[in-house]
């Protein structure tokens, strides 16, 4: 029952929402009505096992005080401090977690990790980016079209650079884009196929039962 | 120059720096940054759940409202917790079994329309290319791009022969698809940049408009 | 060692220090660079342009503060256009860290042309379960969404009167920064609903939505930084704002940027071939 159940009930859903896309039958509509508003609930609750399984790792690095243990201290009291800000005094524009928290803190953090990507990738362009092999010619000259074209000094330099970096964006990358696309939309699929049909069972996970 | 008096502009200017000092070296005073940052994602996740989700979508009509039916979503929800419990750990499959039936059931007819029917199409050479030369020749060879990109990936056969030409071909196409997706991220990267620096020289310094 | 050797071994505090420069030096010192608009971002506006006044246009609001130079000049630039229209606003979110960014655009920009809320913008917020919202709001947005960001029922706000689904909207743009966004706009709104959907994006994701334009899935496409400058351009060039253009500052600092990229590539190869050859 501890997986047959969960099966069931994966395959059961699975064949009926497949199905209901092309039955606008109004018994149908109110079904996909009443699962999407219970999915949203579902879907809220999930965060728990996020949040727990953090609020989990940390304390174990705190009690056994393994190496850096001391920042342990410093996530879960930001988790606290801002959970019961946010819920206790509110998320409305004006509140302490949103211009406080979110406006100068947050934003600062989110994206001060993001910028120092720029500084890493000129790095790694300068150190690894080689032209070893006719593909990777191909590669260096198609980023260099693009990277041209896309700015005002490219078309600074030479007018039709832009139209050239939008060939090149419209025809081939496009084209290689697609193939991709068709194979993620194939695995994508299948992938879904097996869950409903409970040959992928990886989401099940291990132990007993 | 008009340098900020707000405080919190120079948390947010701290904070930035906290995470660039990371390009010098590893230090206590990044690792601080990072894990606060973690702490108070996860924190404002929570609040906004609660706020945004949780709150309108079941507390009010469950328990305000008095509809019945929406107990159903709550003990789903409720089962998630279960995976802190080891003897009822396995009741956490349940909801997974209801949300992966049901995220599967829907994406796969979505995923035929969207990434393989409308690709498709998109694919075809039909009559209206024949409107002008570049038209028709950008058509061709997209259309030839698609189709010696999927073969490429087409791992089933040993690429000799025809196979080996079309694979070869659809190399051309990848690699150009690539570089250009390159020439794109060099430019993601350094806006992210551009735009911490405005942050500094405007909202801190207000050398810059 | 070689000089080609010592530049291959050069630390890369140097090359930081190099890119810092060169790209803070444009925000100071404009190079003046103008910025023109190609015909992704014109489709994107020309849509938008054609909202007859008094319908809406949706915005989902799908990115965080990382993602914020790219694509916040973008929101802006799309709500004074409409504004400046008379076309009605509504904005949702699928990422629960761009809340705060959307909130911040519906309180700065609406007061620019007069605009009320509840009459002429409204800010839905974020809901968990991205597939079952956009689902969910194909068939009632009032069911997936009771009340707006704001806590007012969405009962109470003229606005909402007209628009209570997906297909009373003639177009949306979905700003995104990755998964979720316009890709699963286009997986469920469109193929369930018919949604005109266009797209603002990240430059990184800006090369694999080119298959959805060719067929036609997508209506216009602003990529990146570049494309948030075109659309302000746009914008101001048809008289509908003139109000500082923060991603047309940018575009000189971008250009530096690029070509700074592009040195470093090229002198790292030629002293690695160079070094190789001299090994051999």
């Known amino acids: 029952m501890r997986r047959s159940l969960p099966l069931a009930l994966c395959l ?19 079904f996909y009505d009443l699962t999407t508003k219970w999915i949203r609930i579902v879907s809220a609750f999930a965060l728990v096992l996020g949040v727990g399984s953090l609020v989990l790792y940390h304390t174990d690095r705190l009690r056994r005080k393994r190496a850096g243990w001391e920042y342990s201290i410093v996530t879960l009291a930001g988790l606290v401090v801002t959970a019961i800000i946010g819920l206790g005094w509110g998320v409305k524009p004006g509140s302490p977690l949103q211009e406080v928290l979110f406006k100068n803190m947050l934003v600062p953090l989110n994206a001060s990790m993001f910028a120092i990507l720029a500084f890493y990738m000129a790095s790694a362009a300068y150190r690894a980016f080689r032209a070893r092999t006719k593909e990777a010619v191909l590669l ?6 693009v990277m041209l074209g896309m700015v005002p000094v490219g078309e600074a330099i030479w007018h039709k650079l832009p139209e050239f970096a939008e060939w090149i964006l419209s025809v081939p990358n496009m084209a290689a884009k697609r193939a991709i696309l068709f194979g993620v939309a194939l695995g994508a699929i299948a992938t879904s196929l097996k869950v409903i049909l409970g040959i992928e069972r990886g989401w099940l996970g291990g132990g007993k039962g | 120059m008009h340098i900020s008096t707000n ?7 701290l904070l930035t720096f906290g995470i660039f000092s990371f390009l010098w070296k590893d230090n206590p005073f990044y690792k601080f940054c990072e894990h606060l940052f973690v702490g108070i994602s996860v924190g404002y996740t929570i609040a906004l759940t609660w706020y945004n989700s949780v709150y309108p979508d079941l507390v009010t009509p469950l328990f305000r409202e008095g509809k019945p039916l929406y107990i159903i979503p709550f003990v789903l929800g409720l089962c998630y917790f279960c995976r802190f419990i080891p003897k009822v750990s396995w009741l956490i499959r349940v909801p997974m079994g209801f949300v992966l039936g049901w995220a599967s059931g829907v994406a796969i007819p979505a995923y035929f329309q969207t990434n393989i029917i409308k690709q498709i199409q998109g694919s075809l050479l039909t009559p209206a290319i024949f409107a002008r030369w570049d038209i028709f020749l950008w058509a061709l060879i997209s259309f030839i791009g698609v189709v010696c990109s999927v073969l490429y990936f087409f791992f089933s056969r040993e690429h000799k022969g025809a196979l080996r030409l079309a694979s070869e071909t659809g190399i051309v196409f990848l690699m150009i698809g690539f570089g250009a997706s390159f020439g794109y991220t060099v430019m993601a990267r350094m806006s992210l940049l551009i735009g911490r620096f405005q942050f500094l020289l405007r909202d801190w310094l207000g050398v810059i408009k | 060692m070689s000089f080609f050797e010592k530049l291959l071994k050069i630390d890369r505090k140097v090359i930081f220090i190099v890119i810092a420069v060169l790209v803070l030096f444009p925000l100071l010192k404009p190079l003046g660079l103008g910025v023109s608009s190609g015909p992704r971002a014109k489709a994107v506006f020309d849509a938008v342009d054609a909202i007859p006044p008094g319908k809406t246009l949706l915005i989902s609001v799908d990115f965080d503060p990382a993602s914020m130079p790219e694509l916040y000049p973008m929101l802006v630039a799309l709500m004074r256009h409409c504004f400046a229209k008379n076309v009605k606003v509504l904005l949702c979110g699928l990422w629960i860290t761009g809340a705060g960014l959307a909130d911040r655009a519906v309180t700065e920009i609406p007061p620019e042309y007069g605009k ?33 960001y704001y806590g007012h029922p969405l009962d ?6 007209e628009v209570t689904r997906l297909r009373d909207i003639p177009f949306m743009v979905a700003i995104s920064a990755g998964t979720p966004g316009f890709a699963d706009w286009l997986l469920y709104a469109q193929s369930r609903y018919g949604m005109r959907v266009g797209a603002g994006v990240t430059a990184v994701s800006a090369a694999d939505a080119y298959p959805y334009l060719q067929s036609g899935q997508l209506t216009g496409l602003l990529a990146g930084m ?6 302000e351009v746009l914008v101001q060039k048809n008289g509908y704002s003139r109000a500082y253009m923060p991603a047309v ?26 070094t190789r050859r001299i090994r051999r």
């Open chain 3, 249 to 274: 500052a940018a575009m000189d600092s971008q250009s530096l940027a690029h070509i700074v990229i592009m040195v470093l590539v090229i002198i790292g190869n030629v002293a690695f071939f160079a």
């Open chain 3, 116 to 148: 009320k809320y509840g009459e002429d913008v409204v800010y839905l917020g974020w809901k968990a379960g991205v597939d079952a919202v956009i689902l969910g709001m194909g068939e009632n947005i009032k069911n997936v969404f009771p009340v707006d």
């Open chain 3, 156 to 161: 109470s706000l003229p606005m909402m009167q």
């Open chain 1, 12 to 30: 059961v859903m699975g064949i009926i929402m497949m199905i209901q896309f092309f039955v606008p039958h109004p018994v149908s509509v109110a």
């Open chain 2, 7 to 13: 405080i919190w502009t120079w948390v947010a200017v």
């Open chain 1, 140 to 145: 260096l000259i198609a980023a260099f079209v």
């Open chain 3, 226 to 231: 570049k494309g948030a400058a075109e659309y």
